[in-house]
């Protein structure tokens, strides 16, 4: 079976082709390792089941023990964020997925911590001292199922009214290793499928969709439940046949999440809202920006 995941880096750990579509960078920076994956080709997009780009991926963040080192976390994820952003204008940012359900919420409640600064014009910038600010609009449009409109219909739309330089979409995804859920941030410039994380894919956001450069931001949050056992099969070495694994049905949509997923869902919004504030806000430190969120 081929193993369900959204993260690139653990598509790209399942290669076993050596092919020169795909380069690998890696570095460490303080307890996190991010990896940068750049898919050039189309024979090697084909492989890893991702379209061709760059994906970041940041792992070792302390969102289930303890919440320590927190500023330090959120100015490299920024960093990363902001080296795939046009420098000026208009950003659009959309908090994917439905906030009634736990492990799909990573994306609504991550708008709760952005900085909506397109209304701040004028005297009004200058009295409050936020003439510096990047223009930023902030949208949590929802799911299908509780406004009968797409996604995609919905941000295109509004790209056509705001004509944003560039969209930022943030929304949960599904990863193969357990120890990844809530703890590994990916970022990308191919845009997003919405709710890939739950198996609810609907129409893609990507450049081509909305005609400017989208950049996602997602946390994993649930294993498919057919992966989870295909791993701890083959881990523990039960399996030394790929067809002595038992198939389950992706279909059955059955997803395993961690017991304190609500805990995770809190901290990595936290997390991601900010980065997303250090990434869009480069005239402003960490501290004055905290200060505006609070």
Request: proline share 4%; with cysteine; glycine share 8%.
């Amino acid at each position: 079976m081929q193993p369900r995941t959204d993260l690139a880096i653990e598509a790209n750990e399942l290669n076993d082709d050596i092919d020169s579509g795909v380069e690998v960078d890696e570095k460490r920076l303080l307890d996190i390792r991010i990896t940068k994956i750049d898919i050039k080709t189309d024979s090697a997009a084909e492989r890893l089941h991702k379209p061709v780009g760059r994906y970041i991926t940041v792992e070792g963040l302390h969102l289930r023990e303890s919440f320590r080192d927190v500023r330090e976390h959120i100015e490299a994820v920024a960093n990363e964020i902001s080296s795939l952003l046009p420098e000026k204008g208009l950003i659009l940012v959309s908090g994917l997925g439905n906030r009634e359900i736990t492990p799909d919420a990573l994306g609504p409640e991550s708008m709760e911590h952005i900085l909506a600064t397109r209304h701040i014009t004028g005297e009004l910038a200058r009295s409050t001292g936020l003439d510096g600010m990047r223009p930023v609009a902030v949208l949590s449009p929802g799911v299908l199922g509780q406004t009968g409109i797409e996604t995609a219909e919905m941000i295109s739309g509004i790209c056509e009214k705001l004509r944003p330089c560039a969209v930022i979409v943030v929304d949960a995804l599904a990863a193969r290793e357990a120890q990844r859920l809530g703890t590994t941030i990916q970022i990308c410039n191919t845009g997003i499928s919405p709710g890939s994380g739950v198996g609810n894919h609907r129409m893609k956001l990507n450049s081509e969709s909305l005609g400017v450069p989208v950049i996602s931001v997602g946390v994993p949050t649930v294993v498919d439940a057919a992966t989870l056992a295909y791993e701890l099969l083959r881990k523990n070495n039960l399996c030394e046949m790929e067809e002595n694994i038992p198939e389950f049905s992706i279909k059955d949509g059955m997803m395993v999440t961690p017991d304190d997923i609500d805990m995770l869902t809190q901290r990595a919004s936290k997390l991601v809202g900010m980065s997303i504030n250090c990434a869009l806000q480069r005239n402003y430190d960490f501290d004055t920006l905290a200060s505006l969120v609070s």
